[in-house]
């Protein structure tokens, strides 16, 4: 059983954040403050939202009053380096800081065997010529005009998210276990791939084995330690594993990942499954960290592995992370028992303290509220300088990015226009890869279908 039931000394219930037209509605219990502690955006917190959004005439993006968008780059345009076209199924992104002001973004693709517009094969930037997936580079000028825009990695496949590392990097993942042989792959997949976007050639295309062939989704790295924290999305039983991956060379550059290292999974003892846990504020001490038997999962997935009389703890739809403070956050998007998971929620964010061996139930979304109402899957996370916590939306119904505040307040802070149904069925793409610009006064953000990456701009308050 947890040590503690709730953070504040309560178990917190709200309905927050209505915007007019569009009826936003989450309810969510937690205590936001712990999200933020130790993180810059602490400091800027405690606005409730930006207003109504405002419907686009243009039919792509609606925002806040006073905020604004650029679109930067839409899938079937030509590349701006002549490789090709720009890639289908606009995914995680992040923006590192380059030289004279510039802002370097990488851009996954999601690709499948069947995705609509590939990521161009290049020389020396090719995994495998079959995968359709990869990642896009664009690099933008200090005025946010974009300067360059190229391959970053191509044949790879179902590029989903990844992370940033603090020596510049951006460690792509990908989210199968295709095998050579299947869906016409030539070589194994399931990896992560380190993509250096200022020179995508320097990086080029090698999967770093250590780290595990799972179904991978997002990573975050302690830039003290060095330890390397990868979730898993398997949405079918067994579901997937919260890993950490302890490299051999832990505070080295670009390509040191490539010397290995030790890839273990999380056990909490007494939790199966932590959707099972369901009090905010829910808080385990000496979380256990097992070796994996098989990282490349030769003959057995992970997930499915032997990892002892003990087991091991399992979670559907692991999503997000992020590091923040002196923790690891990450996402649980849904669990349902209906597809065997020991109970319901709409998503839950979790903290990891590797100093204390901590694990914190930090926010549960849902599941009381009306299923037709957005907010019930959060999926890409990431910590705004300007406005707390900013979450995309992986769900049913209208798509939204929505900001979250260290006093629980929950805003609507954009919304995807653009109808990829029918006026009588209509239906949105999800968003994907929220992050921010060094200076913290740019948000960009991707729609997945019909991919599309915005830089948005506006009154952000510091």
Known sequence: MPENTTTDGTSRRRLLARTGALGVSIAFAGNLTELFAGTAAAQNLGHTGYGPLVPDPKGLLDLPEGFRYRVLSREGDRLRSGEGLVPSNHDGMTALRGRHGRVHLVRNHENRADGRVPVPTVEGLTYDPAGKGGCTA????????????????????????GGP??????????????????????????????????????????????????QHEAIAVDPRRGIVYETEDAFEKPFGLFYRFLPHQPHGGLGTLRAGGRLQAM?????PDLSS?????????????????????????????????????????????????????????????????????????????????????????????????????????????????????????????????????????????????????????????????PDGGTMYVNCYTPGTTFAVTGPWRG
């Not at 933008?140 to 044949?155: P, Q, W």
């Not at 056990?267 to 939790?271: E, L, T, Y």
């Not at 707390?388 to 929950?410: F, I, K, P, S, W």
């Open 277 to 437: 846990i369901q009090e905010t504020g829910a808080s385990f001490r000496n979380i256990e960290w097992v070796d994996v038997p098989d990282p490349l999962a030769a003959g057995t997935p992970i997930r499915h592995q032997d990892f002892g009389p003990k087991g091991i703890t399992h979670a559907q739809k692991l999503e997000g992370c992020y590091w923040g403070g002196r923790s690891v956050y990450f996402v649980s998007s849904f669990a349902r028992r209906a597809e065997g998971s020991a109970a319901d929620h709409y998503g839950q964010i979790w903290r990891y303290d590797p100093a204390e061996r901590r694990l914190t139930l930090v926010i549960v979304f849902g599941p009381d509220t009306d299923l037709q109402l957005p907010g019930e899957s959060p999926d890409n996370i990431c910590l705004a300088p300007s406005g707390g916590l900013m979450v995309c939306e992986d769900g049913n119904g209208a798509q939204h990015v929505y900001g979250v505040t260290r006093r629980g307040e929950v805003y609507a802070m954009a919304r995807n226009a653009q109808n990829i149904g029918t006026p009588q069925e209509p239906e949105w793409g999800e968003f994907a890869g929220v992050t921010f610009s």
């Open 165 to 214: 590392t603090p020596w510049g990097t951006w460690l792509t993942c990908e989210e199968t276990e295709d095998r050579a042989g299947t869906n016409g792959y030539t070589k194994d997949h399931g990896f992560i791939f380190e993509v250096d976007p200022a020179d995508p050639h320097r990086s080029g295309a090698v999967p770093l084995t250590a780290m595990g062939r799972f």
């Open 138 to 161: 664009l690099t933008l000028d200090s005025r946010g005009r974009v300067l360059s825009e190229r391959v970053g990695i191509a044949g790879t496949a179902v590029n989903c998210a």
């Open 267 to 271: 056990r909490v003892p007494g939790v």
